[in-house]
């Protein structure tokens, strides 16, 4: 767990860059501190790990105050993954992957099965990649190093600064849907830096908006959609959040709070998976023009029907439900 108790960064000059920031990263939890450029980001990340000075209030990591830990071990316990993915240009892709454990003087069988495991995980094969160089990679393919690397010694903490930031949106988004599943296997405590109020939205489980170095509201995607607290989290989120609410949710997640409409068995009605989105769903109702779509579970089910009305009516009631709490 990573606690922010009162945080604040003053830096030389007069810089207020952090003013008195307190929230939690829970074990296992990604948390996405977003906010417009220039309103603290990196600044707070740098001081998880002590890249920069804390001015005012105290870091802890696991309970331990992070002004009291050792720096270069800390460091090798924590994942680091930057926009620039910083990869060293002169070493092969395995020596970059390696440069902690190696460090941590792995054995070279251990290093071997290690690196195995990483590629496989970020879906690159290690024999195709092992002695080769970063300029013979595609920017997303270096992402993903990067992200192998910082995952290389197996910290409990990574620290992601816009890590997909500078990739085109289509590769962006693949490696947003990789790094999920990824998650879901490792179970990492991730602080996680964004100014993509959709890629935070997505890859959350909670936000911590910031504005000039203050945060503005932290809480899950859901509340920060559906319940702004201020007019600056309002504006941010953008207006259309209602839609953008819609892909945090699937059918699935309909159809158990609400029933489906009755089976129908037509030929010419569209199928659509259980799993999917409903802001999808809801792209695929008012393209094709069709009144109803077949919901259809992993074995191919029928399901029931999915309209326009019964989206909205899900909508209402989910918004009243997170009003109550
Ligand atoms: N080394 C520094 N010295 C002085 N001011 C800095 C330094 N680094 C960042 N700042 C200032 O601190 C504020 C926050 O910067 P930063 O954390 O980089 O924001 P973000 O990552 O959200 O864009 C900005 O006003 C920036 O100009
Ligand atoms: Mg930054």
């Known amino acids: ?186 179970k990492k405590t991730i602080l996680f830096v964004s100014h993509d109020i959709d890629e935070a939205v997505k890859m959350g489980d909670k936000i911590t908006l910031l504005r000039k170095g203050e945060v503005m509201q932290f809480d899950r995607p859901t509340e920060i959609l559906n319940h702004p607290k201020n007019a600056f989290v309002s504006e941010f989120v953008g207006q259309d959040r209602v839609l953008k609410s819609m892909s945090l949710y699937s059918i699935k997640d309909l159809s158990q709070a609400i029933s489906l409409k009755q089976k129908v068995e037509s030929n010419d009605t569209k199928t659509i998976k259980e799993d999917t989105s409903l802001r999808i769903a809801i792209s695929i109702l008012l393209n094709q023009e069709a009144d109803q779509i077949i919901v259809l579970d992993d074995a191919g089910n029928n399901l029931g029907s999915l309209t326009l009305d019964l989206i909205e009516q899900f909508l209402h009631k989910e918004v009243k439900r997170t009003e109550i709490k």
């Open 1 to 186: 767990m990573i606690q922010f108790q009162n945080v604040s960064k003053i830096y030389e000059g007069d810089v207020q860059a952090i003013n008195n920031v307190s929230f939690n990263v829970d074990n296992g939890e990604v948390v996405i501190l977003i906010g417009p450029s220039g309103c603290g980001k990196t600044t707070l990340l740098r001081m998880v790990n002590q890249l920069e000075s804390i001015t005012d209030g105290e870091i802890r990591l696991h309970g331990n105050n992070v002004k009291e830990l050792n720096k270069i071990e800390m460091r090798r316990n924590i994942g680091y993954v930057i926009q620039s993915n910083g990869l060293f240009p002169n070493m092969t892709i395995e020596k970059n992957v390696m440069i902690v454990p190696d460090l941590l003087g792995w054995d070279r069988k251990k290093q071997r099965d290690r690196f195995h495991y990483l590629m496989e995980l970020i879906g690159l094969h290690p024999d195709d990649y092992r002695t080769r160089y970063p300029h013979e990679l595609s920017g997303g393919q270096q992402q993903r190093i990067g992200v192998a690397r910082a995952l290389a010694a197996d910290p409990p903490v990574m620290l992601m600064d816009e890590p997909f930031g500078a990739l085109d949106p289509i590769i962006r988004n693949r490696l947003q849907e990789e790094f999920l599943q990824i998650q879901r296997e490792v």
